[in-house]
């Protein structure tokens, strides 16, 4: 009786390892491969948005702006804001 209750813990407890292994994987990948694709690509659409504004103003009165070192300014700024540079 006790060989066949203790097979039965140690199966419940190999899935139990499993389980909590997978999930750890799991984490690991959306924190750093899902997670700062994502934030990428926001920042992206949010230093284009705010570059198109600028060019805007550019053209009625701010003088000498480069739009791509304005770009890299604005993603930066919004990586490190969310954690990433």
């Given amino acids: 009786m006790t ?6 813990e140690n199966s419940g407890l ?3 390892l499993v ?3 997978l999930a750890l994987l799991a984490g690991w990948f959306l924190w750093f491969e899902l997670r700062p694709a994502v934030i990428r690509s926001l920042c992206d659409k949010q230093a284009r948005k705010a570059g198109i504004a600028l ?11 480069d739009s791509v070192k304005t770009y890299q300014l604005l993603y930066e700024s919004c990586l490190h804001s969310k954690g990433l540079y």
């Avoid at 060989?3 to 039965?8: M, N, P, V, Y």
């Avoid at 060019?55 to 702006?65: F, L, M, N, R």
């Fill in 3 to 8: 060989e066949g209750k203790t097979k039965r």
């Fill in 14 to 16: 190999l899935i139990v």
């Fill in 19 to 21: 389980v909590v292994t």
């Fill in 55 to 65: 060019e805007i103003e550019i053209k009625y009165g701010i003088p000498d702006s």
